[in-house]
């Protein structure tokens, strides 16, 4: 049997609209899209790149509370509303999984409302960062 753990961050949203900040099933840790608002004092950077890094630290908690790192992330799906910011969050994010190198997607789409500058979603394989890792390079 399935050893399924749901993990709330104390974002009101995720009461008011009833779903969990990660699910874990076994080891497959899946992340709901995460903003960067601190969800203690509920202030939110006025940079794209501010929201990205406290989204990071969100981010890292949550796996932290299903004993995951961000190492053991596979995949990550980035949404960046304004294209004028995707450089430089880019770059940060760049830094962010250096050697991590999860499958990714960057979308450039409206978000929940106009103060949100940054959003992305994990899926985590809990122990996958301890792993050997084999790393192919392909031209197509």
Do not use: H
């Amino acid at each position: 049997m399935a050893q399924i753990t749901k993990v709330k961050s104390g974002s009101i949203l995720e009461d008011r609209e009833s779903y969990s900040r990660v699910v874990a099933v076994d080891n497959w840790i899946f992340m709901s899209l995460t903003a960067g608002r601190d969800y203690k004092t509920r202030k939110m950077p006025e940079t794209a790149v501010g929201q990205a890094e406290q989204a990071f630290r969100n981010v890292e908690g949550a796996l932290a509370s299903v004993g995951a790192t961000l190492g053991d992330v596979v995949r990550s799906r980035v949404f960046i509303p304004r294209q004028s910011d995707v450089v430089d969050v880019m770059g940060f994010i760049g830094e962010r999984f250096r050697g991590i190198d999860p499958a990714s997607c960057v979308t450039c789409s409206p978000l929940g409302g106009p103060e949100y500058l940054f959003e992305i979603e994990i899926t985590a394989y809990r122990g996958a960062g301890e792993q050997e890792q084999k790393r192919l390079t392909i031209s197509l």
